[in-house]
């Protein structure tokens, strides 16, 4: 079982914005990595850190977090936003990386 | 350019053991921690462990389910880092990745993934 908590599934009318949670214990001492991955690609991190973009990364991404808890928010969902995203951080030792369970983002 | 690919994944039977390549270019390998994550058919990512620089010492650290089993090392002279995989199960069978983290020292916040690399166990 993952010790980051995902809903498995969201949905988000095109254009709109759309926050996808990532919950854990370990939330509260390491900062959150997010990745998107696509069907048959390799993930793609999108936000790192307190809430940072790596270069080509749309600026529509954000993150934000608050107790045990770390948001990805994409403000102005698009079509090619539509993808399995997950949450990474490291658990309470701090020595292992945990992943959450995924949610998969439809854009309607 | 970073790359960074996967090879030696296959078909194996179960408690039979296989060995994975990562082959990196386009930046200095000993200078990062080098993991490995893996993902099965429908699931989602799992980490599987990672390798720290020679500095400080090339430890490793592994997920609870591998721990054991596998074993992670590196070559900086030929910029590849291996996953050995001994004692195989079925429940072993994923997409196998390696990765490279965005800053040196650092096994977190993986900018740069290969192409990953299937492996099978079944009878």
């Known amino acids: 079982s993952s010790e980051l908590t995902q809903d498995p599934a969201v949905s988000v009318a095109l254009g709109q914005t759309v926050r996808i949670t990532c919950q854990g214990d370990?939330?509260?001492?390491?900062?959150v990595s997010w990745y998107q991955q696509k069907p048959g690609q390799a993930p793609v991190l999108v936000i790192y850190?307190?809430?940072n973009r790596p270069s080509g990364i749309p600026d529509r991404f954000s993150g934000s977090s608050s107790g045990n808890t770390t948001s990805l928010t994409i403000t102005g969902a698009q079509a090619e936003d539509e993808a399995d995203y997950y949450c990474?951080?490291?658990?309470?030792?701090?020595?292992?990386?945990?992943f959450g369970g995924g949610t998969k983002l439809t854009v309607l | 350019e970073v790359q960074l690919v996967e090879s030696g994944g296959g078909l194996v039977q179960p408690g039979r053991s296989l060995r994975l390549s990562c082959t990196a270019s386009?930046?200095?390998?000993?200078?990062?921690?080098m993991s490995w994550f893996r993902q099965a058919p429908g699931k989602g990512l799992d980490w599987v462990g990672f390798?720290?620089?020679?500095?400080?010492?090339?430890?490793?650290e592994y997920a609870a389910s591998v721990k054991g089993r596998f074993t992670i090392s590196r070559d900086d002279s030929k910029s590849i880092a291996y996953l050995q995989m001994n004692s195989l199960k079925t429940e072993d069978t994923a997409v196998y990745y390696c990765?490279?983290?965005?800053?040196?020292?650092?096994?977190?916040?993986?900018?740069?993934w290969g192409q990953g690399t299937l492996v099978t166990v079944s009878s």
């Open positions: 990765s490279r983290g965005l800053t040196p020292d650092t096994a977190e916040y993986f900018q740069h």
């Open positions: 386009g930046f200095t390998f000993g200078d990062y921690v």
């Open positions: 390798i720290r620089r020679k500095p400080y010492g090339g430890t490793t």
């Open positions: 370990s939330l509260r001492s390491y900062y």
């Open positions: 850190g307190k809430n």
């Open positions: 990474n951080s490291r658990d309470n030792s701090g020595n292992h990386l945990v």
